[in-house]
């Protein structure tokens, strides 16, 4: 009976040890991709709300430093989607890249997708944005630094694009991916 409990007492140990594992885990050993979903789905909570401090909040701190109407340009995001968001594909795409030196990364980043973002008027449109994870060259990288909007092609309006909140102007081209 002794032997019983004790075995049970340490098969609930376990278990308990199994679970905590997973709330250990840190940001910094997310995959890019998990990275990709976790700030894909962040932005577009923030969209949805329309949300002005929150999309500010993922952005690099170049852009909220180098945007003196950084509010005015999210706004006009907002404004530009067309009735209420009412579904978006879950499963955020991404693909990544960075530069690495000495077996550590020295730049990374993730190019997320978020697709099939229907409105209650009809339209349909898709975000990407570019996101560094690490740039030890440029740390105020560091964010979302580019977000582009497209309204997706319908029978009556071909495909268009807007480049909101962009980053890379003639003096600083070369930091941007």
Known sequence: MK???ITWGLLICLICLSFSGCVWK???SLTPNQ???QVGNDLMEAIIDKDISAVEALLCPEFQDSHPELDKEIHDMFYLID???VSYDESIYAISGGTTAEGEYVERYVEPGIRNIRTSTGKTYSIYFVYYIVNNEHPK???ICNIHMVLEEDDENPTLGYGFIEY???ENEDVFV
């Open 3 to 5: 032997t019983r409990m």
């Open 26 to 28: 840190r940001d910094h």
């Open 35 to 37: 990275i990709a979903e």
């Open 83 to 85: 009735g209420d968001i």
């Open 141 to 143: 990288l560091l964010g």
């Open 168 to 170: 890379g102007t003639k």
